[in-house]
Each structure stands twice: as C-alpha cells, then as structure tokens.
C-alpha cells in the first residue's frame, strides 16, 4: 500500500510504525472472513481492510469525523486479521497508533466521555474495585435479572496459597479484577506448580498490567501502569530469582508481552521492559513445558479419565494476540479431559476487555453466538482462559464457566 504520511506524524517513531504496517498490507481481503464486526454488521468499513483504509487517512493528514471514530471504536482488537493475514500486517499496533490520534481530534459526548473514564479509574483500582463488587454482590438479589448475571454471587471456597518453600521460583501478576472476582484462579495455579515444584511469588505494588487505559485510548496512563509493574517485579529479576513472570489471564498476558515494544522508545525503562517481556509467560506455556511431570503427578494420584465433557473457549488474547495455540487442550486432554469440538473457535467471544459495556449490542450477539459453539458438542462444562471472557461468558449460560486451572488443580488434588 503506498502511503504519503502527514507532516504531524512522518518523522517519529509511531510515524515510521505506522508507515511500515500500512505498506505490508494488500489489500488481499482474507481478513473479512474471520473478523466478529464484519461477519455480523457487513459493512467493508467494519471490516481490518476497510479501518486500514480509514487509518491510512487519518494518517495522511485527512479530516477525522466521528464516522471514524465509531467503526475504530466497534474494532475489538480481537486479531483475528493477524492470525489469517498472509502479509504478516501488525493490526494491533496500527490500530493503537491511530486510535490515540483520533481521539486527540474528535471530541466525544459526555456521556462516553465519562463512561471510558470510570472504566479507566474504577477497573485497573483493585482496592476501589474489589470495595464496589462486594457491594455489588451485597445487593446482588434486589438486581434485575441482566445485571444479576453480570455479578456471581458471594463464594464460599476458602482461599489456600502455598508457602514458598522450593527453590524455583515464579512471580504472578495479580492483575485488577480478577482477585475480586475469582480469587482462586491464582491460588490454584500456585497450588498446581507447587506440586511441579515451583514456588508461585507476588510482587507488592504489582498491579494492573496498563491495557484497560492503554486500550481506552489513555495512553500516556497506561505506560505508567506498565512502567510500576516493570519497578515492582524489578528486584527480583535482577537477582535472578524467578525464572518467569506467569500471567492467568491472557487479555493481561499479551499486554506483557509486549511491554518491550510498548516501552521501546523510553531511555530508563526500554531495556527493563524487554527483559520482563522476554519472562512473561501464559501458564499455559509454563504447564506445557511440563507436561510430562503433569502426567506423572496424575498417574501417581491414580486420576481416572474425565466422564463428563469439556468445552474449552480459546481466548482471542491467547490464540491471536500471543499465538499460543492447542496448548491448554493439549494439557487438558492429557488430564483426561473429553474436549468437545468447537465450531469457528477462532471468533471473539464479545468480551474484549471493556467492549461489552462500551458495545453491549454487538457484543451481546457475539456472546450468543459463542454460547452456540460451545454448547453445541454437549458439554457439562465449559473452561476458558481469561478472567473477562469467563465473566462473559457465564453471563449467557447457565452451565459452569472456570479457567481451565482451576479444573487441573482439582484433578490433581483428587477433586
């Protein structure tokens, strides 16, 4: 794609950022077919192509209306286009990049305006958060009915961590909603690694990965939210204590990952972020590596074959975003989980960090149309491995709805 880049632009490095992706694209069209906003809406401008095409534009120098702005908005950074994408096209990044510009340019109604600024202050708060969910829960009975299945209900599973006591060592991202909401995903990850032995860390000051205000369009607050988690985990990469950073929830994970290039032009903070990216792990990624000790921690414990089956939601963020793919099947299957098949497993799930509040119509019909999927092969259950999607989800179902490790930490605890 040939370009001409506006003079506000050209010359820095998001500039050449930009300009690079836009010339690796096409405009071969393979994205269309397995992009959620496409498929549902058919319209070319809610489509990877068609906001190229209008990022290109804005890039240009063109006038940016709100036209613009809605279809980058009704985007759900899923990555679909980048897994499918012969070219090799960065979507994610361009659509970063040009994001951040339009919003800058196009002023947005007060009601949007406060909306993605309660998100941007109450979501990435644990303390402030976890204070409004337990009301939330408190209340929860005088609720309607669509917002009663938004909030699960007061759980009664005590809460067990390990003691550190091996010589591995792993650190995990506590992240911002997920110890309010579900408590026991991280607890049952450092359960399940302390039988591999490894000793799962938290690092105080550690807190939201930055993606919710990053992906809000608040940039600035989001690198800052990257640049505090770098500082807290930093003492303990520099000794060499930990051999990975771990991360539960892939919509955080992927964000890690990339704190590397998020960071890249930062003189004090560059190198650090590189190296954390270069640790960051899906514990996905972790568990596979150790699988065969996973195999034999349950042959040991005489786990028996799974009778009821297992519907598992690959999240957008693991299987596009970090491009791990059939791995937690694979670790699944291996605990004798009978994996149903899942139709167009590729599609978001309508999630999307905040989009489901921010685009409730579309998302609700993604919402159904994933439910479909996943209960199509009969499932008793279904697994997923993200703390927005599982929420999501749960909310259009009524078969239960849990990350995938909590389901081997009970196989493994003989549950």
Known sequence: MQTKLADFIKNSPQGEEADAILRSCVHCGFCLATCPTYQILGDELDSPRGRIYLMKQVLEGQPVTQKTQAHLD???????????????????????????????????????????????????????????????????????ESLKRKIPGISNVTITWPHVRHVRKMLVLDGCVQPAMAPNINAATARVLDHLGISLVTAENAGCCGAVAFHLNAQSEGLDYMRRNIDAWWSWVERGEVEAIIVTASGCGVTVKEY???????????????????????????????????????????????????????????????????????????????????PNAHLCCGSAGTYSLLQPELSQQLLKNKVTALESGKPDRIATANIGCLMHLQSGTSLSVKHWIELLDERLSGG
């Open 260 to 342: 590397g290039h998020f960071l890249q032009h930062d003189a004090m903070y560059a190198e650090k972020a590189a190296r954390i990216s270069a640790l960051a792990k899906d514990i996905s990624e972790v568990l596979y590596a150790e699988l065969g000790n996973v195999e034999r921690l349950l042959v040991q414990r005489n786990v028996k074959a799974e009778k009821k089956r297992l519907s598992f939601h690959s999240p957008c963020t693991l299987q596009h975003g970090m491009r791990v793919r059939g791995v937690v099947e694979k670790i699944l299957m291996a605990a004798g989980f009978d994996l149903t098949v899942v």
């Open 74 to 144: 009704r985007c759900l950074t899923c990555r679909a286009c980048e897994t499918t994408c012969p070219s090799g096209v960065r979507y994610g990044a361009l659509v970063d990049i040009s994001r951040g510009i339009v919003e800058k340019q196009v002023k947005r109604d007060i009601r949007s305006e406060m909306m993605r600024f309660t998100l941007r202050k109450v979501l990435p708060n644990a303390v402030l958060f976890n204070t409004l969910f337990k009301v939330g829960q408190t209340v929860r009975p005088l609720l309607p």
